[in-house]
């Protein structure tokens, strides 16, 4: 089945039910829920693109820089980003998941089947779970 005449509006709907699902999945002592959407979607484009500037950050998200900056700062604090000096240019700095965030995420890590079913119930929940496969196998870069 294909969605005909999608729009823009329903495709943002659709994303904005996606991260609530995400954030029903994730368990509260996980501590995601306490970051500000923000500073959560810097995150996640830093493990988009590992080794990006706050420069190509800031264009990617659409953040301000001061923003991005203080975002990475937070997210270094916190463990999860660290930073280096870019070789190539030495007034760079560039970003990446701490090499422990794999270990760290998946003592949190959990289906989502749980909170899909919540939503859609029971009887709905393989083809829901089979068409967010089919998106994340074709959306989302898996290193």
Avoid at 16 to 37: C, M, Q, S, Y
Wanted: aromatic fraction near 4%; charged fraction near 25%; glycine fraction near 4%.
């Amino acid at each position: 089945m294909y969605l005909v005449g999608m729009d823009g509006v329903e495709l943002l709907q659709l994303g904005r039910r996606l991260v609530k699902l995400a954030e029903d999945a994730i368990p509260a002592n996980a501590g995601l829920h306490r970051l500000p959407a923000s500073v959560r979607a810097v995150m996640v484009d830093v493990f988009e693109h590992p080794d990006s500037s706050i420069q190509e950050i800031t264009q990617r998200t659409g953040y301000p820089q001061s923003h991005v900056s203080a975002s990475v700062t937070k997210l270094r604090e916190s463990g999860i980003f660290v930073a280096a000096t870019d070789p190539k240019d030495r007034r760079r700095t560039l970003v990446r998941a701490s090499p422990d965030v794999p270990a760290r995420a998946q003592r949190f890590a959990k289906p989502v089947d749980n909170a899909v079913t919540a939503v859609v119930g029971t009887e709905n929940t393989a083809e829901v779970l089979a068409a967010l496969e089919t998106l994340a196998r074709h959306l989302i870069r898996r290193t």
